[in-house]
């Protein structure tokens, strides 16, 4: 009979995988799965705990109050839907990753998590006050469409946080830092996982993926406005914030 078990990640071939929409998430997932365990504590050091201080400004930015509906996509292990359920508001998270949930539900009895698509919400229309998403469009096979269901489930005058990786506008600092997420995430994904792809996925999503300029310009024209900005480690890292049109 023929072996149908998963192909362990480091023999699939990551740039077609990142390229084709329709094999992103076969890579992505699997990978999420594998070290959700470990992703807490990864994100935390590999940033240097600035990873903390970006969520701190998101959630800063965002501003969510008591009662709000607030859905956080890719949640992970739920760190900022428990944050928004901690002010009282009906947080939801959402992972493709079912290893990511578990965790999640969990860590927290007062947030809901449930395995979800963020290309197909399983949220009515202009349901939803607010959404947080880190680390999240970047790692979906077709961010346009994530950000349409994002547009369709928000209320009017709703608003998106979004936090995470972006291609630096300068070329040389581009590959400076790439250069550092390849080495150091192939070395702790073999070190902690025997797969060095598991980490190493972040650089070459990060190239495969777009600036934090041309992000804004993705929820312009997916009907958001946006009102708040900021960028880390030379346009590395940014976060937007906007209103739903």
């Known amino acids: 009979m023929p072996d149908h078990a998963p ?49 701190r400004a998101l959630l800063t930015a965002l501003a969510p109050c008591a009662g709000e509906r607030t859905l956080d996509l890719a949640c992970g292990t739920g760190d900022l839907a428990v944050a928004c359920a901690a002010v009282g508001c009906a947080a939801h998270g959402v992972d493709a990753s079912a290893a990511m949930i578990a965790l999640a539900q969990r860590r927290s009895t007062t947030a809901t998590f449930a395995v979800g698509d963020m290309m197909a919400l399983d949220a009515p229309a202009a349901s939803v006050d607010a959404i947080t998403a880190s680390y999240a469009f970047r790692n979906v096979p077709v961010a346009d469409a994530a950000l349409a269901e994002c547009a369709r489930v928000l209320r009017p005058g709703g608003r998106i946080a979004v936090l995470d990786f972006y291609r630096p ?50 929820l312009d024209r997916a009907g958001f406005a946006l009102t708040t900005s900021r960028r880390w480690l030379g346009g590395a890292v940014a976060m937007h914030v906007a209103v739903r049109r």
């Open 169 to 218: 506008p300068s070329r040389l600092w581009e590959a400076l830092f790439l250069w550092y997420l390849r080495r150091a995430g192939d070395l702790v994904g073999w070190l902690w996982h025997d797969e060095p792809i598991a980490y190493g996925y972040i650089a070459p999503s990060i190239r495969a993926w777009m600036t934090a300029a041309q992000f804004t310009a993705r």
């Open 7 to 55: 192909r362990p990640l480091r023999e699939l071939d990551l740039a077609a995988h990142l390229a084709d929409p329709a094999t992103k998430q076969a890579f992505v997932t699997p990978m999420f799965d594998l070290v959700a365990s470990s992703y807490d504590r990864f994100t935390r050091r590999f940033s240097f705990g600035m990873d903390a201080q970006w969520k």
